[in-house]
């Protein structure tokens, strides 16, 4: 059996909502609410869902940039809260959605990418050469080292970011809709690099999207998450060729169409409706709302999480 690198064991995350004098917690919002899943060492877990589900609320908690409300997460068999931050970011980085914000516009990207390692105390010219064989791994030139953020292209800024997330040889990488700002030839030529990097360097992904194309092209198994809790768990051509949950068939039907007439037509059973809300979340399954086969039972009880078939997993009354 493969061993697996991050356990997400019941994990919850709720924001309060504060009001009144005291500014005590008037009600919460459920981001995350009881979700359990298992990334395999070298593999790429995709994380796809509409936005406001969870999806990047959940990559945070992972990597401890938030703490959750309760739950665990396990990293090689050992509970995240008991690795001390700064040796846990050495081994787990993030790659955020948008590259520019999360690159401070006064420092040059030598600093950027090498900073970390001025904590480790290296010296400077340790420092740069890694930096520079860095750049060149991800597609830059050795003379981008002492140019800013501004001089570079949405693609460039992107490459920047995932040299930042390597410089600390890191064994897992979350990766939050790294393409999502980026024109179509660009995100292609991405999606490409960090397959190509999680190969040579043996890198654990989870990457999220709301793009189905982008999650089909990167991942090995794919979790689907509405509302805070997660729908359906398979490997990726289970999930495309035998789609179980009525919303994971919704995203997949959701896919634009050039024949317009039978893009309505496979829309036309689901209740077109907005987002539940993660404040007021539906009773039962959080999905009843909008499913086409509800019965009695999904507007009462919330379904558990069945294996349907092997490594094929699914939280619906139809199939427990």
Sequence with gaps: MEESLLQVIHLKKYFPIKGGLFGKAVAYVHAVDDVSFDIKRG?????????????????????????????????????????????????????????????????????????????????????????????TEVGLKPEHYGRYPHEFSGGQRQRIMIARALI?????????????????????????????????????????????????????????????KLMEIAPKKELFNNTLHPYTQLLLTSIPSPRARSYKEKLKDFKIIDLPSNINVPKGCRFQPRCPQAMEICKK??????EVRPGHFVSCHLYS
């Design 43 to 135: 593999e790429t877990m995709g994380l796809v869902g509409e936005s406001g589900c969870g999806k990047s609320t959940l990559g945070r908690c992972i990597l401890r940039l938030i703490e959750p409300t309760s739950g665990e997460i396990l990293y090689k068999g050992m509970n995240i809260a008991d690795i001390d931050r700064r040796e846990l970011w050495r081994s787990m980085q993030m790659v955020f959605q948008d590259p520019m914000s999360s690159l401070n516009p006064r420092l040059t990207i030598g600093y950027i990418i090498g900073e970390p390692l001025l904590v480790r105390k290296m010296k400077k010219a340790e420092i740069k050469a890694k930096v520079i064989d860095l750049l």
């Design 301 to 306: 009880k919330q379904p558990i999480m069945v």
């Design 168 to 228: 600390t040889n890191p064994e897992f990488i979350v990766l939050d809709e790294p393409t999502s700002s980026l024109d179509v030839s660009v995100q292609g030529k991405i999606l490409n690099l960090l397959n190509d990097l999680k190969k040579r360097l043996n890198i654990t992904y989870l990457f999220i999207s709301h793009d189905l194309s982008v999650i089909k092209h990167m991942s090995d198994r794919i979790l689907v998450m509405y509302v805070g």
